[in-house]
């Protein structure tokens, strides 16, 4: 039982590329999110999703969108890179309440130059 | 809409010194409140949830909805217990999105 996998762990990009950041979980949690992470700020959600082909906007969407095709997956795309989106990402799952709490992944740290 | 503050950007207590974390919230419904724990460059870690009462490595905290807060405790620090804190509210029922406080670090001092 892996709990919740995230690739890469670290990436360096240049402004205007684009990249998705994996996430994968085992656990059947019907519930996931994107959130970052950044000092002073704590951790903002960007997107969630409560089940397959269900997907909402969080409180920093902007320049990231997300697909969820199935229900282990639940990938995050940056579109056009960019500086200010140099964060920690973390995903986390939960099942169908939120009152069992949120399993994280082990985060990726993403540096766009 | 919701809420969660957390007042404190660093805690720093001795070793063996009670410890107390500060949250409050702002939600006019009825919410479900979790502390998160993550150590030095892991993962973030659920540590309790309001709705089991369950104590965890020593830790407690207890919901107040008179005051809106959700403090976490502990009688005696242990520097194994340095890390950041970062208090969570969820509205309760079903699919909501769940909010983060800016997180406190506590330091244990030896």
């Known amino acids: 039982n892996a709990g919740v996998t995230q690739t890469p762990k670290f990436q360096v990009l240049k402004t205007g590329q684009s990249m998705t950041l994996q996430c994968a979980q085992d656990m059947n949690h019907e519930y996931m999110s994107w959130y970052r992470q950044d000092p002073g700020m704590g951790l903002r959600l960007i997107h969630y999703s409560v089940g397959a082909g269900i997907t909402d906007q969080g409180e920093v969407p902007n320049g990231y969108n997300v697909s969820r095709s199935t229900t282990e997956d639940f990938p995050l795309r940056l579109l056009s890179a960019a500086p200010s989106q140099t964060s920690v990402y973390f995903c986390?799952?939960?099942?169908?309440?939120?009152?069992?709490?949120?399993?994280f992944g082990s985060g990726t740290r993403l540096t766009v130059v | 809409a919701q809420r969660v503050t957390q007042p404190e950007k660093l805690l720093s207590v001795f070793k063996g010194a009670p410890v107390e974390l500060k949250c409050n919230y702002s939600?006019?419904?009825?919410?479900?409140l979790f502390w998160y724990v993550q150590y030095s460059r892991q993962r973030l870690q659920l540590l309790l949830r309001h709705i089991s009462r369950e104590s965890i490595k020593g830790f407690t905290a207890d919901l107040n909805k008179g005051e809106t807060s959700f403090h976490l405790k502990k009688p005696f620090a242990q520097e194994e217990d340095s890390a950041m804190y970062y208090c969570?509210?969820?509205?309760?029922?079903?699919?909501?999105?769940?909010?983060f406080g800016t997180g406190t670090k506590l330091q244990v001092i030896p």
């Open positions: 969570a509210l969820t509205p309760s029922g079903g699919y909501q999105k769940v909010t």
């Open positions: 986390a799952s939960s099942p169908r309440t939120g009152t069992y709490g949120y399993t």
């Open positions: 939600y006019s419904g009825s919410p479900e």
